[in-house]
């Protein structure tokens, strides 16, 4: 499929923190990963099906390997954290894999729910340039063993809900207008109509915390690839407009209370001496928001990328103040009460290189 250089919402880096393509697929010649899991014999089955994705992706890029039986609990955290393995990856650790670009920008689970879990994350927003480079990646890896197809119902996963496509294009938007106005809750079933879900920074079932949620086609099953991207191009940029006009009636409507609440947790975040991890998000999102409505301003002179670029690094901030992340900044493992020192430490001295 051929970009469209569609044109995106005029500031929508301050709303789109990320975009992820993910592809679902399983090989005919195989028992899906569930059954390989209850048969005692089938591990020759699922290492050989490992050595052979690890054969194509040698041939596209440097990916790390990480078998997961042998992965440690703290690197599997920490993978975790960072959204390149998953929990359906780690209850199969004894006949799993995962496969991580140098650049963490691409990952491949292998014997998770499915054979195949292909992810590319790109900042931003970003759908048809992420699409277009796990394709690149999806076919590599078809060239070595044919996938499971069916020509009725496309793609065949474990999971019916993957059937079809098996194709899942998902955004990253920072919301804190609409959902501390009500009006993402509101919209919800509108979305849900188009054949969207709205998540939280964790997936299915979790909360926004950090007022981040997770917009995705909700069906791969007789839409076509084409149809889910323009689906979710076209929501998304509609809810990033929407986001970017409360946001001007927020902060006239908030006055000086919105500005103190912002400017409070900037001051926290900049002087504490513990700081746990939900308070650091509930934080770091009023932070983020004193971004966008030019409340708080950054120390450097980046011009019109100065909005784009505080962002950016307050998100990388989230990532790497969760605790395996920390640990891994340390080098050691640290105690709960510890984290939270360190997390204060970090983020204060973090704050003060970035803001006047």
Do not use: W
């Not at 890896?141 to 996938?147: A, D, R, V």
């Not at 964790?202 to 086609?217: A, K, M, T, V």
């Not at 999102?285 to 002179?301: F, P, Q, T």
């Amino acid at each position: 499929m051929g970009r469209r250089n569609r044109e995106l919402p005029l500031g929508h880096r301050k709303v789109a923190v990320s975009t992820r393509i993910r592809l679902a697929r399983d090989f005919a010649d195989y028992p899906f990963p569930n059954r390989l899991m209850k048969d005692a014999h089938a591990e020759e089955q699922a290492y050989e099906i490992i050595r052979l994705v690890s054969a194509r992706l040698s041939l596209i890029d440097n990916f790390k390997e990480y078998v997961m039986r042998d992965t440690s609990e703290e690197t599997a955290a920490y993978l975790k954290e960072k959204s390149l393995i998953s929990r359906d990856l780690l209850a199969h650790r004894r006949i799993a894999a995962a496969f991580v670009s140098k650049d963490e920008s691409v990952s491949v689970m292998v014997n998770e729910e499915d054979h195949i879990r292909e992810q590319y994350f790109v900042n931003g927003f970003a759908v048809e340039r992420a699409y277009e480079r796990i394709c690149g990646i999806d076919d590599a890896i078809s060239e070595c063993l044919g996938f499971a197809y069916d020509k009725q119902l496309g793609y065949l996963t474990a999971c019916p809900t993957n059937l079809g496509t098996g194709l899942r294009a998902s955004v990253m938007l920072f919301l804190p207008a609409l959902s501390h106005k009500g009006i993402l809750e509101e919209i919800a079933p509108d979305l849900r109509a188009k054949g969207l879900a709205v998540r939280g920074v964790s997936g299915e079932g979790s909360r926004g915390d950090g007022e981040l949620f997770q917009i995705s086609n909700e069906f791969t099953l007789g839409v076509s690839e084409e149809s889910i991207l323009d689906t979710v191009i076209d929501e998304v940029s509609d809810l990033v407009e929407f986001e970017l006009s409360e946001r001007k009636r927020y902060k006239r409507q908030g006055g000086v209370r919105l500005q103190d609440q912002i400017m409070r947790s900037y001051g926290i975040l900049s002087n504490s001496c513990l700081l746990g991890e939900s308070e650091f998000f509930s934080r770091l999102a009023d932070v983020k928001l004193g971004v966008a409505l030019e409340y708080l301003k950054s120390k450097e002179n980046y011009g019109e990328d100065a909005t784009e670029m505080l962002m950016e690094e307050l998100e990388n901030l989230r990532v790497e103040m969760r605790p395996a992340n920390i640990n891994r900044l340390n080098g050691a493992l640290l105690g709960a009460e510890e984290q939270d020192a360190f997390r204060a430490s970090f983020t204060a001295k973090k704050l003060h290189t970035l803001f006047k």
